[in-house]
T-cell receptor, first 111, second 116 residues
């Protein structure tokens, strides 16, 4: 499974756009990129998943360049409630979908 | 609808004791996962069930750890002769499973285990 590298922490202010970039140089052809969010004392929660180009949902956007060696999670106009740990994961989406988490990025949103 | 339910939410035990942690997945989900999360770290994969069978138990740290899912729904993680290093939050997740699905895992809130 491809290893991922993401910043340990990021700070932002309410209303700003936050972009968290994840590196996955060894991504395989059949790997998908998935992001999870985790609040204290809760389990991780799925945010978004993509394979290439751009994916957007009601929560975030995911940008994946053509070489797929990195990806960027974009959170528009963050609020205090977006303070959480964000995990980037890379792996095949088959019947044994085993997620391998790294240490994640701790996002702190300030008022 | 109901999410993944884990009990107990907190468990304090003494070194050497036996512990069981229970997970009740979302109804209809065939895949079930156990993860362990230490403070400040991401969740660490332990074991994955597809139906009743353990499809991948490569993450279990040693033979003190064992998990079952006898009827393909509820799962129990069993830890024998607990050690202080077993202290962590044990997370359970379930998914619809099967090839071609989105692969989204739904996590419970975890069982916090403290071994004194």
């Amino acid at each position: 499974l491809a290893k991922t590298t993401q910043p340990i922490s990021m700070d932002s202010y309410e209303g700003q756009e936050v972009n968290i970039t994840c590196s996955h140089n060894n991504i395989a052809t059949n790997d998908y990129i998935t992001w999870y969010q985790q609040f204290p004392s809760q389990g991780p929660r799925f945010i978004i998943q993509g394979y290439k180009t751009k994916v957007t949902n009601e929560v975030a956007s995911l940008f994946i360049p053509a070489d797929r060696k990195s990806s960027t999670l974009s959170l528009p106009r963050v609020s205090l409630s977006d303070t959480a740990v964000y995990y980037c994961l890379v792996g095949p989406m088959d019947s044994s979908y085993k997620l391998i988490f790294g240490s994640g990025t701790r996002l702190l949103v300030r008022p | 609808g109901a999410g993944v339910s884990q009990t107990p939410s907190n468990k304090v035990t003494e070194k050497g004791k036996y512990v069981e942690l229970r997970c009740d997945p979302i109804s209809g989900h065939t895949a079930l996962y156990w993860y362990r999360q230490s403070l400040g770290q991401g969740p660490e994969f332990l074991i994955y069930f597809q139906g009743t069978g353990a499809a991948d138990d490569s993450g279990l740290p040693n033979d003190r750890f064992f998990a079952v899912r006898p009827e393909g729904s509820v799962s129990t993680l069993k830890i024998q002769r607990t050690e202080r290093g077993d202290s962590a939050v044990y997370l359970c997740a379930s998914s619809y499973g099967g090839q071609g699905t989105r692969g989204e895992l739904f996590f419970g809130e975890g069982s916090r285990l403290t071994v004194l």
